[in-house]
């Protein structure tokens, strides 16, 4: 819902999908310039290594991950957080089943629903 400047996805708004076996996606706030997706993946989900136009923060809420992002790879545990810059390919795979808040600048218009 949007009034006076504001978005508001209630908990109860936010649809799962499965956009591949091993994770699902929320769908939380977001306008045109920013937006929130949780993301949760099963122990032993891995996703293919990719890049996108977007500046992506990424913070683990539970679990492990298995990030790499450039040369680098990381093992994040629930707290870590890292921020990718736009076009830097980059992978993750669940260690263990995993939740995972994404925030995109700006959004992803093929995530919006």
């Not at 990718?84 to 093929?110: G, K």
Request: glycine share 8%.
């Amino acid at each position: 819902m949007k009034d006076d400047g504001l978005v508001f996805v209630s908990q109860s708004a936010a649809n799962a999908t499965i956009p591949e076996p091993g994770m699902q996606r929320q769908v939380l706030a977001y306008n045109q310039k920013v937006m929130l997706v949780r993301h949760h993946f099963i122990e032993g989900w891995k996703g293919g290594r990719h890049s996108h136009p977007h500046e992506q923060l990424v913070y683990v809420v539970t679990g492990c991950i298995l990030f790499i992002a450039g040369d680098k790879t990381m093992e994040m545990h629930s707290g870590d957080s890292i921020i990718v810059e736009e076009d830097v390919e980059h992978q993750a795979t669940a260690l263990e089943d995993s939740e995972v808040l994404d925030v995109f600048v700006p959004y992803r218009s093929e995530y919006a629903q």
